[in-house]
């Protein structure tokens, strides 16, 4: 063979030299094709919101935030039941910090730690289902009313944060009662087990309202009938007053978590307050932000939600006990309203408002904190 032709054929050392280059360039711009990126890490497919697929990993992040949130703050649930229900061992550490403290102790030095947990596993029984399908609720809801980042609106946000909220405590709210039931009690020889306690919220009956007219019985015979005072609606004493706390509670906390998000994502500030995005990141979702900020965000949610609906919570839980206290006569929310303002005047509303800022700025913050986390874990 000539040697131009063998000079042409063969490479020379520097083309040789360059090859490796060449080959690693390929390499490196093979790498950046999707489709071989999921071939060494796959990516998870995003599922559509309405499939059963995306829903049962909403609420399956959604309990996890809310039994964890709940566990955190336990004691301090208990003591709020205590302050909020009148209970009269300790009406007289309402309304200092000092008496949250001595409170927790006394309950400590009386039963141990498992006094500060009395009724948990109730409400681990109701947290799970309620922040299931309140976060599930929400997803849905916000999907249907928010189809597009053009209808991102306030208005929308509570909307949807407030339906989801009803809808959630719909489910749930007779283990709610249960719940309140076993932690409002305090003497030790009158424990009641949960069989015992359901089975006493089932049979009580409340006396019959007082009238004067001689069609009384007549009238009285027939509200029982169409609206019966014992069996299954004692687990929902205390329903109505829920429902409108709800709206405002639910809404303005996802409201303000979301705002608070948005805000915290600004571009002046987001290089300190989000995460980068990740090669899987779903690109429709914006920056993760980071742990401390996430926590921020739910926790000025609590703080503002908890303040809306105060007076609400605390009429609710006077209802709920209504047949623990007193006569066991059912009072609806004016009759509850008026007997609160009769006893402590408008400061009544806001007994243990204290305690419950401090339980559910860190309880909101860790809930929105482990759903947002538990949908990464969770591929949505």
Not at 51 to 72: E, L, N, Q
Request: a positive charge.
């Amino acid at each position: 063979m000539p040697s131009a032709l063998l000079n042409h054929a063969l490479p020379t050392p520097a083309i040789l030299k360059d090859k490796p280059r060449e080959m690693d360039g390929r390499r490196k711009e093979v790498t950046v094709c999707p489709t071989d990126q999921e071939a060494v890490a796959p990516k998870r497919q995003k599922p559509h919101k309405q499939s059963f697929d995306y829903i049962w990993r909403t609420g399956m992040a959604g309990g996890m935030a809310g039994c964890a949130a709940k566990t955190v703050v336990a004691p301090l649930d208990r003591v709020k039941i205590l302050f909020q229900a009148s209970s009269p061992q300790f009406a007289k550490y309402t309304g200092s910090w000092f008496g949250v403290a001595t409170a927790i102790k006394d309950i400590y030095h009386e039963d141990g730690s498992r006094g500060l947990f009395r009724g948990h596993s109730a409400t681990l029984l109701r947290i799970f289902p309620y922040a299931a399908i309140k976060f599930l609720a929400y997803e849905q809801i916000r999907a249907v009313i928010i189809h597009d980042p053009k209808h991102e609106t306030p208005i929308r946000r509570l909307v949807s944060g407030s339906l989801a909220g009803v809808t959630s405590v719909f489910f749930t709210y007779p283990l709610e009662v249960i719940r309140v039931r076993l932690a409002f009690e305090t003497k030790r020889d009158s424990r009641s087990s949960l069989s015992q306690i359901c089975r006493r919220i089932y049979k009580e009956v409340p006396p019959a309202p007082r009238t004067t007219t001689a069609s009384a019985p007549v009238v009285v015979s027939a509200i029982q009938t169409v609206a019966p005072r014992s069996g299954l609606s004692n687990f929902y004493r205390g329903f109505s007053a829920t429902f409108l706390g709800m709206l405002p509670y639910a809404g303005m906390s996802f409201l303000t978590h979301d705002t608070a998000g948005d805000l915290l994502r600004h571009p002046a500030i987001s290089r300190y307050t989000t995460l980068p995005k990740t090669n899987n990141f779903p690109t429709n979702k914006p920056s993760p932000l980071r742990s401390w900020a996430e926590l921020f965000a739910g926790g000025i949610a609590g703080l503002v939600s908890q303040t809306s609906a105060y007076p609400l919570e605390v009429i609710r839980r006077r209802m709920q006990v209504g047949g623990a206290v007193g006569d066991g006569h059912r009072l609806n929310i004016s009759e509850t309203a008026r007997m609160i303002a009769r006893e402590k005047g408008f400061k009544g509303f806001f007994v243990g408002l204290t305690i419950g800022y401090v339980k559910v700025i860190p309880m909101v913050a860790v809930s929105f904190y482990v759903y947002e986390r538990g949908k990464t874990w969770l591929g949505i």
